[in-house]
């Protein structure tokens, strides 16, 4: 366990609003990640990043941005939030092991209204 | 592109029963991950499979890997009603990045 947490767990916010999601982690991972769950389907990616200075784009990376403000911390933010990024976000870091697993935070649950 | 593909989606059995939920994934890859995820929550590592021919077995689940076929399975042997939850593979894309693929997830549910 890589003791990953996520603020806020539940957050609901109107069309157009600015919203940031933290997360932060104890273990000293390098890789940080940020996934999207829509009901009923597997986890999207939406951005990566393997240290502060490194930021990478994943499958579903429009409307969102991020920032790596330290090693322990990786922030997404929807600057003009939409009702179709209601969804439940995860964040995770990832081992540079032989197993390179990925260990998951508790989620944010996000309603765009 | 990588895509990932689990069945069925979704598997209603009773316990006692044994079955196997299939992944199929469309590249070539090492690295397969099998999760456990419970309604509203988090999703937890169940297995980590490296190579072809790997088996992990924790309880009354198993898991396996064959990386010619391209084809992870899950097994449940004589199902309990605390299995019941969905279970995601992922497939590492193998670019150097750990850049992970999610199949559908499959939800079981597990009747007394």
């Known amino acids: 366990d890589a003791d990953v947490t996520q603020t806020p767990r539940n957050r609901i916010t109107k069309t157009g609003k600015r919203i940031m999601l933290e997360c932060s982690q104890t273990?000293?991972?390098?890789?940080m990640y940020w996934y999207r769950q829509d009901p009923g389907l597997g986890l999207q990616l939406i951005y990566y990043?393997?240290?502060?200075?490194?930021?990478n784009k994943g499958e579903i990376s429009d409307g969102y941005s991020v920032s790596r403000q330290a090693q322990a911390k990786f922030s997404l933010s929807l600057e003009s939030a939409i009702p179709n990024q209601t969804a439940l976000y995860f964040c995770?870091?990832?081992?540079?092991?032989?197993?390179?697993?990925?260990?998951f935070g508790p989620g944010t649950r996000l309603t765009v209204t | 592109e990588l895509k990932v593909e689990q069945n069925p989606l979704f598997l209603s059995m009773q316990e006692g029963k044994n079955y196997t939920i299939y992944c199929n994934y469309s590249?070539?890859?090492?690295?397969l991950y099998w999760y456990r995820q419970d309604p509203g929550k988090s999703l937890e590592s169940l297995f980590v499979l490296l190579s072809n021919g790997a088996v992990k077995q924790e309880g009354r689940l198993m898991a396996s890997l064959d990386t010619k076929a391209r084809l992870s399975t899950l097994h449940i042997t004589a199902a309990v009603h605390d299995l019941s939850a969905t279970y995601f593979c992922a497939v590492d894309k193998a670019e150097g990045a750990q850049k992970l693929v999610f199949g559908q997830g499959t939800r079981l549910t597990i009747n007394p």
């Open positions: 990043s393997f240290d502060v200075k490194d930021i």
């Open positions: 273990k000293g991972h390098d890789r």
């Open positions: 590249t070539t890859s090492d690295r």
């Open positions: 995770a870091v990832g081992t540079s092991g032989s197993t390179n697993e990925q260990y």
